[in-house]
């Protein structure tokens, strides 16, 4: 189980470090520049991706299962950016997963949809939508964030301080931070693109397999 554990436990650092500002995030003050260093490290290959990358080979070679390293990927691309080498790598394990068993898709053909869609998404942030992720802005919208009522009256005040943590990320890197921002922004579409079309001949048969099986049932 031991492959296991280490998948979880990468699994769960980007969003300790850069995910939701609630629960305990939120009731300490951090200097966004903090943030702004831990996501510059995790998005480095030498202390970030590269040795997620080492790290789930290990796992593989101990009989990790595709589901998990996927899950892991997700979790990691939710809030940064996924290298061209290591999305070429990752891709054929999600690949060969991606033509589902009707009508229950297995629980590993689930996990690659998720990482294609995470990485199809990531590609679609704005420039400074970025540059807010990199401060720790990028709440997970998947998780539940109280009342509708109390996030109308939360929303004025979230803005603010959301606007002032950015304005500050901004101004504190200056020029460099918006270039580092527009080469990512790059970066994100070229591996989306790349990613297309790696997995296009099996999503194909995937839709034709499920046309087939909506023409069976009305037949």
Same mark, same amino acid.
């Given at each position: 189980q031991s492959h296991k554990i280490i998948c979880l436990a990468l699994a769960s650092i980007p969003d300790a470090l850069l995910g939701s500002p609630g629960g305990a995030r939120g009731r300490l003050s951090i200097d966004p520049k903090c943030l702004q260093a831990v996501s510059l490290e995790l998005r480095a290959v030498e202390t970030? !991706?590269?040795l997620l990358a080492s790290a789930l080979a290990s796992s593989a070679n101990e009989a990790a299962s595709d /589901? /998990?390293?996927?899950?892991?990927?997700?979790q990691w691309t939710k809030f940064l950016p996924l290298p !061209? /080498? !290591?999305? *070429?790598? *990752?891709?054929? !394990? $999600? $690949?060969r997963h991606l033509v589902m068993a009707l009508p229950n898709p297995s629980s590993v053909t689930t996990a690659s949809y998720a990482f294609l869609q995470s990485i199809f998404e990531s590609a679609m942030l704005t420039q400074q939508q970025i540059i807010a992720a990199s401060v720790g802005l990028n709440a997970d919208k998947s998780q539940p964030n109280g009342t509708q009522m109390k996030r109308k009256k939360m929303s004025s005040k979230t803005k603010k301080r959301h606007k002032e943590k950015l304005n500050s990320a901004v101004s504190n890197g200056g020029d460099e931070t918006q270039a580092r921002a527009k080469r990512e922004l790059?970066?994100?579409? $070229?591996? $989306?693109c790349q990613i297309a079309i790696m997995v296009w001949e099996p999503l194909s048969q995937s839709l034709r397999n499920v046309l087939q099986q909506h023409l069976n049932q009305d037949a």
């Amino acid at each position: 189980q031991s492959h296991k554990i280490i998948c979880l436990a990468l699994a769960s650092i980007p969003d300790a470090l850069l995910g939701s500002p609630g629960g305990a995030r939120g009731r300490l003050s951090i200097d966004p520049k903090c943030l702004q260093a831990v996501s510059l490290e995790l998005r480095a290959v030498e202390t970030g !991706m590269g040795l997620l990358a080492s790290a789930l080979a290990s796992s593989a070679n101990e009989a990790a299962s595709d /589901e /998990e390293v996927l899950w892991t990927c997700v979790q990691w691309t939710k809030f940064l950016p996924l290298p !061209m /080498e !290591m999305a *070429i790598q *990752i891709v054929p !394990m $999600a $690949a060969r997963h991606l033509v589902m068993a009707l009508p229950n898709p297995s629980s590993v053909t689930t996990a690659s949809y998720a990482f294609l869609q995470s990485i199809f998404e990531s590609a679609m942030l704005t420039q400074q939508q970025i540059i807010a992720a990199s401060v720790g802005l990028n709440a997970d919208k998947s998780q539940p964030n109280g009342t509708q009522m109390k996030r109308k009256k939360m929303s004025s005040k979230t803005k603010k301080r959301h606007k002032e943590k950015l304005n500050s990320a901004v101004s504190n890197g200056g020029d460099e931070t918006q270039a580092r921002a527009k080469r990512e922004l790059w970066d994100r579409g $070229a591996v $989306a693109c790349q990613i297309a079309i790696m997995v296009w001949e099996p999503l194909s048969q995937s839709l034709r397999n499920v046309l087939q099986q909506h023409l069976n049932q009305d037949a």
